[in-house]
Nanobody, 112 residues
Framework: QVHLVESGGGLVQPGGSLRLSCAAS????????MSWYRQAPGKERELVAA????????SYADSVKGRFTISRDNAKNTVYLQMNSLKPEDTAVYYC?????WGQGTQVTVSS
């Protein structure tokens, strides 16, 4: 069974950085596109970033381009989201995704 576990969230000041990790198991990790979504209170879940199986192709929401970087380590079955220059509007629960499968989420709060 597919299992995705996010970690690395927390409270950070505006302009700060966080690195999220998603540990995956239960499938051939390198065969799948992996994505990060986020959901803020009162809003629907939105796609933040995606990365192809080999890590050769990446895409980002316009709101995070130039600030966030998605990467993966297929030897570790882990996908990462490096978040720089964080803004209060980035506050949300961040979820790791593979197709219809979701992690439990990790809270990111950007506040002074």
């Amino acid at each position: 069974q597919v299992h995705l576990v996010e970690s690395g969230g927390g409270l950070v000041q505006p302009g700060g950085s966080l690195r999220l990790s998603c540990a995956a198991s239960g499938f051939t990790f390198s065969s799948y596109v992996m994505s990060w979504y986020r959901q803020a209170p009162g809003k629907e879940r939105e796609l933040v970033a995606a990365i192809s199986g080999a890590g050769t192709s990446r895409s980002y929401a316009d709101s995070v381009k130039g600030r966030f970087t998605i990467s993966r380590d297929n030897a570790k079955n882990t996908v990462y989201l490096q978040m720089n220059s964080l803004k209060p509007e980035d506050t949300a629960v961040y979820y790791c995704n593979r197709n219809q499968n979701w992690g439990q989420g990790t809270q990111v709060t950007v506040s002074s």
